[in-house]
């Protein structure tokens, strides 16, 4: 799946605004596509499906839109508005999730801190990139 596909299949979360033109403000690396389209799919299925009743009525989760999505000192970072306290543990799981897997190609073996620009990589992805990480 591309960056592209991923947009597209989540039309409530990545609505298009004003500010962020050709969607720039949404990059996700090739190795966090399927983390975050399992992170988009939750999030979906939440806002979709929760509701609370209390002596005031019903409620329901509100809509989970994406502000920005980036690589922010090596891990994901999934910048919202709307949704509750649920979606936000989800967010904070994926973004945990983040820094134990390759952003190139999301294996979670061998995965070593470069230095310099911080990314989490696994050797592999490390060496063919040229990349320097310190040995723990």
Same mark, same amino acid.
């Given at each position: 799946?591309?960056?592209?596909?991923?947009?597209?299949?989540?039309?409530?979360?990545?609505?298009?605004?004003?500010? @962020?033109?050709? @969607?720039?403000? $949404?990059?996700?690396?090739?190795? =966090? &596509?399927?983390?975050?389209? #399992?992170?988009?799919?939750?999030?979906?299925?939440?806002?979709?499906? $929760?509701? *609370? =009743?209390?002596?005031?009525?019903?409620?329901?989760?509100?809509?989970? /839109?994406?502000?920005? %999505?980036?690589?922010?000192?090596?891990?994901?970072?999934?910048? /919202?508005?709307?949704?509750?306290?649920?979606?936000?543990?989800? &967010?904070? *799981?994926?973004?945990? *999730? !983040?820094?134990? *897997?390759?952003?190139?190609? !999301? /294996?979670?073996?061998?995965? %070593?801190?470069?230095?310099? $620009? &911080? !990314?989490?990589?696994?050797?592999?992805?490390?060496?063919? #990139?040229?990349?320097? $990480?310190?040995?723990?």
């Amino acid at each position: 799946m591309t960056q592209k596909e991923l947009i597209d299949k989540y039309p409530k979360i990545f609505v298009p605004y004003e500010g @962020n033109p050709y @969607n720039v403000n $949404w990059y996700i690396p090739n190795g =966090w &596509i399927q983390l975050v389209d #399992d992170l988009c799919g939750a999030i979906q299925n939440h806002v979709d499906h $929760w509701k *609370m =009743w209390d002596k005031d009525g019903v409620h329901t989760c509100p809509q989970v /839109t994406c502000v920005q %999505v980036k690589e922010k000192f090596g891990g994901l970072r999934f910048y /919202t508005r709307g949704g509750n306290e649920k979606t936000e543990g989800m &967010i904070d *799981m994926a973004e945990y *999730m !983040s820094f134990r *897997m390759c952003i190139n190609c !999301s /294996t979670r073996e061998n995965i %070593v801190n470069t230095e310099g $620009w &911080i !990314s989490y990589k696994c050797k592999s992805c490390a060496e063919k #990139d040229g990349d320097i $990480w310190e040995e723990e």
